[in-house]
Each structure stands twice: as C-alpha cells, then as structure tokens.
C-alpha cells in the first residue's frame, strides 16, 4: 500500500467510507427524513475515516491486513440501521457497496504504481474519479430499476443478498491474503482482474434477479388493480341501477300518497292526515343509511360508492359516520375516485371485521380545500396491526388496496398517510385535484 501521513490516510478512508455510504443513500428510498440520514451518513463517514486513519498511523501492518474486513462490520451495521428497508436488501446494499470500494482501492493503487510511479496525489484522484463514476452509473443507471423491484418484493429474494455478502467477502479475501498481492506483477494484476470479474457477475446476476422478480411482482399487482377497479365499476353500475328502480318506485308511490293527503285534507280529517304523513315519513328514513351523510354540491360517483359500502359495512353490524362537502369541477376521474374510497373503505370494514370488539365503526369524510381534496377514514382495528414503512402490514385484501391508493395518489401529485392510535386505524390521502392543478402521469 502507498504511504503518507495521518492526513493522507484520513482524506483516502473518508472517501471509501463515503463511497459505501453513498451507496445505501442512493438505493434507499426517498421520504421526508433524506435530509437527516444524508448528516447522519456524513458525521459518522468522518468519524469512521479518523478512527481508521489513527490505527494507519500506530499500526500500520495490521491496518494493510485487517481494516478491509473490519469496515464491513464497522460501516455495514451503522448503514443497514439506517436504511430503512430490510436487513436482507441491507446486506445487499453493503456488499455492492464494498465490491465498488474494494476496485476503487485497488485501481487507485495499480495504476498509480504503474503510471505514476506510486504518487500518493495520483492515487487519491484516481480513487476520486472511479469512485464518481461509479456512483454517477448508479444514481441514473441503477437506482430507479432497484427501487422499483424492492418496493414490490416481499422476503423472497432475501437470502441471495446473504449468499452475495459472503461470496463477495470470500472473493475480497482472496484479493487480499494470496501471497504476492501487494507486489506489482501482471500476474497479480490478471489474478486480480478475474476475481473482480468473478464478483462482478454475481453482483449483477442478483440485481438482475431483484430487478425481474420485482417488475413480475409490479405486473401481478397491476393486474389485480385492474380486476379491482373492474369490480368495483360493476359495484357502481349495479348501484346506479337500483337507484334508478328506487326512484321509480318512489315517484310511483308517490302518486298514490299525493291521493291519500288530498282525499284527507277535502274530508277536513286533520288526525288522520298528520298520523298518515308520520307513517309515511317513518318510511322514508328506514331507506336512508344508518349513518349521518352530510352531501353538498358534490359529486355523484363518491356519494355512490359510499353508499356502496356504507351498505356493506351496516350489513356487518358496523356503525358508518360520512360526510362529504365537495364543491365545484375537481380534477379527478370517476374511475380514479372509485379506487380509492372503495380500497380505503373495504380496507376499514375487512379491519373491522377482524378486530374482534362489539362496537365496530367507520367514520369517512372527503373534503375540497381549495386546489385539494381530503380522504380520510377512521375504523376499529384489532390491537395488534402493526405499521411498516409507515404501511400497514398485509392482511386481508389490504396489499393491493393500499398499493392502488398510493398509485393513484402519486397520479394526482398527492400523498397517502396511514396512522394506528388507540384501537383506531387512520388512512389519509391528499390529492391535488383542484382545475388547473399539477398531476403527474
């Protein structure tokens, strides 16, 4: 290994800390706390580079030997802490992201051997070079296919990140400890080569593997949305229907009502007449819903999806509370609407139903405040749901309900927030729907 002073040393381990970190930060994904884990990534890179760098400096032979082998531990604990996926996509994360440092350690030291003459400088802006480029080829190359594989895998794909750890540290071994390594010889250089290359194919077969398994999982998924969506415009189809045969029947029924009033009030009959319009309108409100639906200048598809349910949920013994308050053209279509007041709502009674407690409620309200539009829903929910991710874990048809609400979500440049309090589960979406409103295709 090239020399140099404690500066030297710390200036080389800052970066190799910062390459592997940079590694988790790029291939995390993105939320509100990017900011926080970015310093958190940085303070910890710098006090790892000053730790490495003194043991540089007091004991230089064993540091040659061993720091290798021992950031990995050092660094890969304190990363997979604070990625916030699992520790299996974790171990990934650190194994591509040792096998990155690993060619920038070694090019930075054989091609300033052989070009430079050993120049500590050149070693350094060498390192510095492959190391952009390597997170560069990552962040636009990388990053998007990864993403979107490990946000539709479960756990299946976990143990080859596992195997990837252990055979890139094996391979990083023999780089290290086969005799003759740190002597410059074309052999050792060839040697060298196809180990890298060895360990190279494994990295891209597994990420070739997270990244088909995941668009195979992501068409599944799409594909249930579909039935969903069609199911669910075949719910409003049939509700349309019987809502026109209600209304006939009451204009029909009507007719005959109207005849009964004018014959009492004609034959001056005042008990008659009120005891009649009080038993007519006790029928009426036995066709209302049990819950309280406050609708105002809206828009039918929601007051007919909800009705949908809210029957559903009262047929379950489920007590309902609606209120909807939508007002003016929203920039939403019916089919984008229906998605997600039907996933939220089926989501709350199927969590109803498993809650195992005598008094089940749903309280759902969709409100315009000015450009956006407000879903909520809160429902009984069983003890022990669990968040994760900040999603609810999956549980009866909730994976692909939740999965289509943050799609269409993200179509109308909104979010999707999800809360479990005091025996309460809590869904929020938030669309941009307003006319003239940014939406995201």
């Given at each position: 290994?090239l020399?140099?002073?404690?500066?030297?040393?710390?200036?080389?381990?800052?970066?190799?800390a910062?390459?592997?970190?940079?590694?988790?930060?790029?291939?995390?994904?993105?939320?509100?706390?990017?900011?926080?884990?970015a310093?958190?990534?940085?303070?910890?890179g710098?006090?790892?580079?000053?730790?490495?760098?003194?043991?540089y400096?007091?004991?230089?032979?064993?540091y040659?030997?061993?720091?290798?082998?021992?950031?990995?531990?050092a660094?890969?604990?304190?990363?997979?802490?604070?990625?916030?996926?699992?520790?299996?996509?974790?171990?990934?994360?650190?194994?591509l992201?040792?096998?990155?440092?690993?060619?920038t350690?070694?090019?930075?030291i054989?091609i300033?051997?052989?070009?430079?003459?050993?120049s500590?400088?050149?070693d350094?802006?060498?390192?510095?070079?492959?190391?952009?480029?390597?997170?560069?080829?990552?962040?636009f190359?990388?990053?998007?296919?990864?993403?979107?594989?490990?946000?539709?895998?479960?756990?299946?794909?976990?143990?080859?990140?596992?195997?990837?750890?252990?055979?890139s540290?094996?391979?990083?071994?023999?780089?290290?400890?086969?005799?003759?390594?740190?002597?410059?010889?074309?052999?050792?250089m060839i040697?060298?080569?196809?180990?890298?290359?060895?360990?190279?194919?494994?990295?891209y077969?597994?990420?070739?593997?997270?990244f088909?398994?995941?668009?195979e999982?992501?068409?599944?998924?799409?594909?249930?949305?579909?039935?969903?969506?069609e199911?669910?415009?075949?719910?409003?189809?049939?509700?349309?229907?019987?809502?026109?045969?209600?209304?006939?029947?009451?204009?029909?029924?009507a007719?005959h009502h109207?005849?009964?009033i004018?014959?009492?009030?004609?034959n001056?009959e005042?008990e008659?007449?009120?005891?009649?319009?009080?038993?007519?309108?006790?029928?009426?409100?036995?066709?209302k819903?049990?819950?309280?639906?406050?609708y105002?200048?809206g828009?039918?598809?929601?007051?007919?999806?909800l009705?949908v349910?809210?029957?559903?949920?009262?047929?379950?013994?489920?007590?309902?509370?609606?209120?909807?308050?939508?007002?003016?053209?929203?920039?939403?279509?019916?089919?984008?609407?229906?998605?997600?007041?039907?996933n939220?709502f089926?989501?709350?009674?199927?969590?109803?139903?498993?809650?195992?407690?005598?008094?089940?409620?749903?309280?759902?309200?969709?409100?315009?405040?000015?450009?956006k539009?407000?879903?909520?829903?809160?429902?009984?929910?069983a003890?022990?749901?669990?968040?994760?991710?900040?999603?609810?874990?999956s549980?009866?048809?909730s994976?692909?309900?939740?999965?289509?609400?943050?799609?269409?979500?993200?179509?109308?440049n909104?979010?999707?927030?999800?809360?479990?309090?005091?025996?309460?589960f809590?869904?929020?979406?938030?669309?941009?729907?307003g006319?003239?409103?940014?939406?995201?295709s």
């Amino acid at each position: 290994m090239l020399g140099g002073s404690f500066w030297i040393a710390l200036l080389r381990n800052s970066m190799g800390a910062g390459l592997m970190m940079g590694v988790f930060l790029l291939l995390d994904r993105p939320g509100p706390s990017m900011r926080r884990k970015a310093a958190g990534y940085m303070i910890f890179g710098l006090l790892a580079g000053i730790a490495f760098s003194f043991w540089y400096v007091y004991d230089y032979e064993n540091y040659v030997r061993f720091a290798g082998m021992l950031s990995i531990p050092a660094i890969g604990i304190f990363c997979i802490k604070m990625s916030p996926d699992t520790i299996y996509t974790g171990l990934y994360k650190l194994a591509l992201g040792f096998y990155l440092l690993s060619i920038t350690v070694f090019c930075g030291i054989d091609i300033s051997r052989v070009c430079f003459g050993g120049s500590i400088f050149a070693d350094i802006l060498i390192r510095i070079g492959i190391a952009a480029v390597m997170l560069f080829l990552l962040a636009f190359r990388v990053r998007r296919n990864f993403l979107d594989g490990i946000e539709y895998l479960s756990g299946e794909m976990d143990w080859f990140s596992a195997v990837t750890v252990v055979l890139s540290i094996l391979i990083a071994a023999l780089i290290a400890f086969w005799p003759g390594t740190h002597e410059l010889s074309a052999i050792r250089m060839i040697r060298t080569a196809i180990l890298f290359f060895m360990s190279g194919v494994i990295q891209y077969l597994v990420y070739q593997l997270y990244f088909h398994k995941g668009r195979e999982r992501r068409c599944q998924i799409e594909k249930e949305l579909l039935e969903t969506n069609e199911r669910l415009i075949r719910h409003q189809l049939e509700l349309m229907k019987e809502s026109r045969q209600e209304l006939d029947r009451i204009r029909h029924d009507a007719r005959h009502h109207c005849l009964f009033i004018e014959e009492y009030a004609r034959n001056n009959e005042k008990e008659e007449l009120l005891a009649y319009v009080r038993q007519y309108r006790q029928e009426l409100e036995q066709h209302k819903t049990q819950g309280a639906l406050s609708y105002a200048n809206g828009c039918g598809t929601i007051h007919n999806i909800l009705s949908v349910y809210a029957r559903r949920a009262e047929q379950e013994g489920i007590q309902v509370t609606m209120h909807v308050k939508v007002a003016g053209e929203i920039a939403v279509e019916d089919i984008d609407l229906v998605a997600i007041i039907a996933n939220i709502f089926e989501n709350a009674i199927h969590g109803c139903a498993a809650s195992g407690r005598k008094e089940k409620k749903i309280h759902i309200s969709v409100m315009r405040k000015g450009c956006k539009i407000v879903i909520q829903c809160c429902n009984t929910c069983a003890a022990d749901v669990k968040l994760k991710h900040g999603l609810p874990e999956s549980g009866k048809g909730s994976r692909t309900g939740i999965f289509s609400v943050l799609k269409t979500a993200a179509f109308y440049n909104g979010e999707a927030e999800f809360a479990v309090e005091n025996g309460m589960f809590a869904a929020r979406v938030l669309l941009n729907a307003g006319k003239g409103c940014v939406r995201v295709s």
